[in-house]
């Protein structure tokens, strides 16, 4: 039976359909993670920022990523923790909130796209050019680079969300275990077209100029190394790319398998799953795989550890 409200302030989160058993040992796993993704993503972060061995563009481009998945899961994961411990009556969100929650959570599915691109750029760049790399990759290209990144991102869902919020609401159950746009307009009776529209426009040209940058830049860099005799170069470009390619591809299937789910309301319970590993899975591989397969962050890590166990002698 539907809940109609028309244009009510306070909505009621579907959530998860967990068993009684299985809330605690679900809760405490989830928080397991955000605390994981949370100390992860904001050591490397300080880590970029304090070790100046560091201040180099690939890592200063890559600190939009941690940055990325700190936003992403600090808006939706606790409230995901609280309303796991309510009885599915008690999980009420004011519209304000959830629509904060929905323009973060697709800030960050965008932003996490935009900053691999213009990561993607690097590496072509330090790659195919490394005797210009310097020259092309100064610090007011790494500010302009990053400004796009996010420009680009805050704009495109700043219209989504803005075509959504002009939406007269019938209906206060939002049924996802947190915001996002698609079930902020599903709370509207009246004709949602204009933005199914841009939605899909939206979708489809992040993903084709995201794609497209990937399959560009990495045709670029196999033809390089291919053409090349150079040892060390393929050693180095495998090394890099590999990372960034597994990151990317993590990203994009979870993001991919999301949006096919919302098309289908009889798996709810699997979308409503992913809709959760869309934001741990990213954030918690992304510092650990950048982390293990850089030689500098492993390198600047071991050095801070070895200067906290040195301890003066009087």
């Known amino acids: 039976m539907e809940n109609y409200s028309f244009n009510s302030l306070v909505l009621q989160m579907q959530g998860l359909n967990l068993s009684q058993e ?33 201040h180099q563009p690939i890592y200063l481009l890559f600190c939009n990523l941690p940055l990325s998945d700190i936003l992403g899961n600090s808006t939706s ?93 019938c209906r206060s159950l939002i049924m996802n275990p947190y915001c996002d746009n698609a079930s902020l307009f599903k709370l509207s009776c009246e004709n949602v077209f204009i933005n199914n529209v841009y939605g899909l426009t939206f979708t489809v040209a992040l993903l084709t100029s995201s794609i497209g940058t990937m399959v560009l830049t990495y045709s670029k860099i196999t033809v390089v190394c291919l053409t090349s005799k150079s040892r060390s170069l393929n050693n180095k470009a495998l090394k890099t790319c590999s990372t960034h ?54 390198r600047s890590l071991s050095k801070l550890f070895q200067s906290k166990a040195i301890k003066p002698s009087f």
């Open 77 to 169: 994961l606790p409230r995901l923790l609280v309303d796991v411990l309510r009885p599915p009556s008690e999980r009420l969100i004011s519209y304000n909130e959830c629509v904060c929650q929905a323009f973060t959570t697709h800030v960050y599915g965008t932003s996490s796209h935009t900053v691999l691109m213009i990561m993607a750029y690097d590496r072509y760049v330090a790659i195919c050019n490394p005797l210009r790399y310097a020259a092309i990759m100064t610090n007011k290209m790494v500010i302009k680079l990053t400004l796009s990144a996010w420009g680009i991102a805050l704009v495109l869902v700043g219209i989504l969300l803005g075509l959504t919020i002009q939406l007269k609401r």
């Open 22 to 54: 299985a809330v605690y040992p679900f809760f405490f796993l989830l928080l397991f993670c955000y605390v994981f993704i949370m100390v992860l993503n904001i050591g490397i972060v300080l880590l970029i920022f304090i070790d100046k061995s560091l």
């Open 245 to 298: 390619l597994v990151v990317y591809l993590t990203m994009l299937l979870s993001g991919f398998t999301l949006i096919i789910l919302h098309r289908f309301p009889q798996f709810s319970d699997y979308r409503h799953l992913l809709a959760i590993l869309f934001h741990v899975v990213p954030g918690t591989l992304n510092p650990i795989v950048y982390g293990v397969q850089s030689a500098e962050i492993c």
